[in-house]
């Protein structure tokens, strides 16, 4: 199994720290910027289901709203554009790009480490012309890497989240930002991980979930410092 340098690419993007995809160019950047935040901003606050939940959208009314200092920044949105246009460049957005993503996230997680024994006795069968069959994992297999990875996600978070009163404020922001270029990254893919088995939509899903405390968290204790 190869995985495009591509792929992988966007992969790290999206594990460092995933919109419809239909027409991705506007001819008013302000219409995409538009676009992008009413996109965005559901995830930003833990909303998974937007357009079936019978909660607003938060508003610019003079009213108190709890959730307005989650919402993106200007900065944010900005450099998410900047990125949208490079990822674009690399044609890593179109559907087909997308797809690929998510299909080679799937194989990564069912992917069989050799033995050189093994590795050894493959490249022979090969070259005798008698290519093996592909090894799999055994459904027992499978559910122990899914239940590993689950455990050192939130092993990895769960230790992240406790050190966010103890970073810098260079740190909080760039935690912020990483945490956004996340969230970012799952909007793009959220529509093409629903074929994926339950396990692996799981893990995406408390992934971003992680991602979206965490960059609370960073706005949180920026607050209490007065920043």
Known sequence: MRISTKSASFL????????????????????????????????????RNPDSSNQNSPSNSNSYDPNAKYLPSDEEIHSTLELEKNLESQELLTPEALQKTTSDFS????????????????AQ????GTPLPPKTLTPEEQQARYESKLNQMNSYYGSALTEVPKLSTLQLTNLRSNSFIGI???????????????????????NLAWLVSLRKAAIDEMAKRGL
């Open 184 to 206: 970012f990254a799952y909007s793009y893919l959220q529509d093409y991980i629903t074929e994926l088995p339950d396990q692996e939509k799981q893990i995406l899903e408390k």
């Open 107 to 122: 194989s990564l997680n069912q992917y069989v480490v050799l033995s050189p024994g093994e590795i050894d006795a493959e």
């Open 125 to 128: 069968a090969w070259k005798n």
């Open 12 to 47: 790290l993007t999206l594990f460092l720290f995933q919109m419809n995809c239909g027409d991705f160019t506007a001819p008013d950047p302000r219409l995409r910027k538009k676009q992008l935040t009413q996109k965005i901003t559901p995830l930003l606050l833990g909303i």
